[in-house]
């Protein structure tokens, strides 16, 4: 299975702030990769797909990108709603697998 | 609107069989995607289970495949996982999830299900 390494585990932004968030795959997922948010209590939504490909309805200041076996989610301007959980998952090669997480907070 | 809504018990006995249902409204099942369960273990773990595909075809996690199910109703517009002999480590949050094919990423989720396995 291809395991994604993702960093930090947590980390707290002020807002207007911008935060990245990485996750490295343990083996080349050729850009297929995809980013979710998990608000408290509600299922995961996704952001991103193909790396950098922004889910309809999706605000803007939300980007991704990467290459090989190294991508991140960058939040341009950090939000209160963007208080959440975001986790990566790779959509290379089945099992599908994701990240640990990172609990993002407003500082 | 797609809405997607897991039901099933609560809580299971170890050793005894986890079924859960996915009711699926705002889109018919065999209309296209795949249809899959996901699970969230506590301290955030997240394990993509399997898909069944809008033609019926199935695709399990090695992981899990000698106990897993995932079969449909398409009558009811609803898909269904069976987990057989649960230990406690099966205690989790299930999500059912639409899977948009070629791009392998989940779309809509439901709200989730929690299950606990406890004697």
């Known amino acids: 299975d291809i395991q994604m390494t993702q960093s930090p585990a947590s980390l707290s932004a002020s807002l207007g702030e911008t935060v990245s968030i990485e996750c490295l795959a343990s083996e080349g997922i050729s850009n297929d990769l995809a980013w979710y948010q998990q608000k408290s209590g509600k299922s995961p939504q996704l952001l991103i797909y193909?790396?950098?490909r922004l889910q309809d309805g999706v605000p803007s200041r939300f980007s991704g990108s990467g290459s090989g076996t190294r991508y991140s989610l960058k939040i341009s301007g950090m939000q209160p709603e963007d208080e959440a959980d975001y986790f990566c998952?790779?959509?290379?090669?089945?099992?599908?697998?994701f990240g640990s997480g990172t609990k993002l907070e407003i500082k | 609107e797609i809405q997607l809504q897991e039901s099933g018990p609560g809580l299971v006995k170890p050793s005894q069989s986890l079924s859960l249902t996915c009711s699926v409204t705002g889109y018919t099942i065999t209309s296209g995607y795949d249809w899959s369960w996901i699970r969230k273990f506590p301290g955030n773990k997240m394990e993509w289970m399997g898909y069944?595909?809008?033609?019926?075809?199935?695709n399990y996690n090695p992981s899990l495949k000698s106990r897993i199910s995932i079969t449909r109703d398409t009558s009811k517009n609803q898909f269904f996982l069976q987990l057989n002999s649960v230990t406690t480590e099966d205690t989790a949050t299930y999500y059912c999830?639409?899977?948009?094919?070629?791009?392998?990423?989940?779309?809509?989720w439901g709200q989730g299900a929690s299950v606990t396995v406890s004697s």
């Open positions: 999830a639409r899977t948009i094919p070629y791009y392998y990423v989940m779309d809509a």
């Open positions: 193909a790396a950098s």
């Open positions: 998952q790779q959509s290379y090669k089945y099992p599908l697998t």
């Open positions: 069944i595909s809008y033609s019926g075809s199935t």
